[in-house]
């Protein structure tokens, strides 16, 4: 069904669409790429959110290097929008550029597009595949898919541990357990979620500031604190740079004086506060993943955490993805890498599955997603 020509130009609109990577939340990463003689005549990426998608982007390329797409083949990651959002349809801007035939790698799994883009384009006498590179493409997109489809961001929870899987040593000192090539991979993956999640003794105890600096990017991902009791320091690093990132904390209630008290310290500061509960008087995490999904549009949330917290969001099944830095020495005594209880019967473990291992400098990167 698809030639190697094919092939090559999908490829090269799915590289576009890793341009926006740390750009394009809460819209997907899309690329695009149309090809006219056999030669790429426009190319385009899903710019930051508000601004054109990589549809667009792409025919304003073409039109700017004084190319025409009519009678093209456009290439493009992501089915075509067809109703009107924060910008036009795209499959609207498509039609009007008149291409031969739209080969697309993946349908949009948006209830407001699902399949009314490519029928809007087979309705206007456009020739149009669907799934080339799908699997590639998804890949990309794994938050967006899962807002979309679960009501849910994909959770990835970042780790560093020795060999023997120790997170920090007795007293809690963990810097640094990577390597510095180790650690710039680790904010890769900060750049491209939509919020970075820690708890409250990780602030305590390390006073992070949990924002990007070793890879450029145009967006710093919201910050967002599990803290039951509003314990955080006022004085905390995290809560700085707010004009660059928002910071949310999320404690148990806001019902006495003295929790209305704490609140009104961090929002005169401009940070937000959010009571979210469960039966156990802790934050409700399932209904707080939610909550980031369908009320402020997150794709992906990225935790970086101390083992207690770490425990409880594998224990409620929170977690989608570990991303698991090893660095090659044992530490003997030392915190873990999550408070879980015992197992009763091997029967009752969640199992992984590896889908990618790399090293950086002498420490190995493994990446699991749930069986």
């Not at 794994?142 to 060999?163: D, E, H």
């Not at 900060?190 to 500031?209: F, L, M, N």
């Not at 004009?243 to 019902?255: E, F, G, K, R």
């Not at 101390?306 to 989608?320: A, I, M, Q, T, Y």
């Amino acid at each position: 069904m698809y030639t190697v020509v094919d092939h090559q130009f999908m490829s090269e609109a799915i590289a576009e669409a890793q341009k926006a990577l740390y750009l394009s939340n809460p819209n997907p990463r899309v690329g695009c790429v149309i090809v006219k003689d056999g030669q790429v005549i426009g190319r385009g990426f899903t710019q930051k959110v508000g601004s054109a998608h990589a549809e667009v982007q792409a025919l304003a390329n073409a039109k700017a290097l004084g190319n025409d797409p009519a009678g093209s083949t456009i290439y493009v990651t992501l089915e075509p929008c067809s109703h009107t959002g924060r910008t036009p349809p795209c499959a609207d801007a498509l039609m009007n550029a008149k291409p031969a035939k739209v080969i697309v790698a993946m349908s949009d799994p948006n209830p407001l597009v699902s399949g009314k883009g490519l029928e809007k384009l087979r309705t206007a006498g456009i020739e149009v595949q669907c799934g080339l590179l799908e699997s590639e493409a998804q890949a990309l997109n794994r938050g967006f898919i899962s807002r979309m489809t679960r009501g849910l961001p994909w959770v990835r929870m970042k780790i560093a541990a020795s060999l023997d899987g120790k997170t920090a040593l007795p007293d809690g000192r963990s810097q640094w357990i990577t390597g510095p090539l180790a650690r710039a991979d680790g904010h890769h993956w900060r750049a491209q979620a939509c919020a970075i999640v820690t708890g409250v003794g990780t602030v305590k105890e390390d006073d992070p500031t949990l924002n990007v600096r070793d890879v450029h990017t145009e967006r710093q991902p919201w910050r967002i604190i599990v803290d039951s009791k509003l314990e955080t320091p006022v004085s905390a690093k995290i809560l700085n740079q707010l004009d660059h990132s928002a910071v949310i904390i999320v404690c148990a209630s806001l019902d006495s004086t003295d929790m209305q008290q704490k609140a009104k310290a961090f929002t005169e500061r401009g940070i937000e506060v959010i009571a979210m509960a469960n039966p156990f008087g802790k934050v409700d995490l399932p209904k707080l993943f939610a909550y980031l999904a369908t009320e402020r549009e997150m794709n992906e949330i990225h935790i970086e955490a101390g083992f207690k917290l770490n425990g409880s969001l594998l224990r409620e099944h929170c977690v989608d993805e570990l991303l698991l830095y090893y660095a090659p020495f044992l530490m003997g005594e030392g915190i873990g890498m999550a408070n879980i209880s015992p197992l009763n019967s091997l029967d009752s473990r969640q199992d992984w599955q590896v889908i990618d291992h790399s090293l950086f400098g002498p420490d190995l990167r493994m990446r699991l997603i749930k069986k």
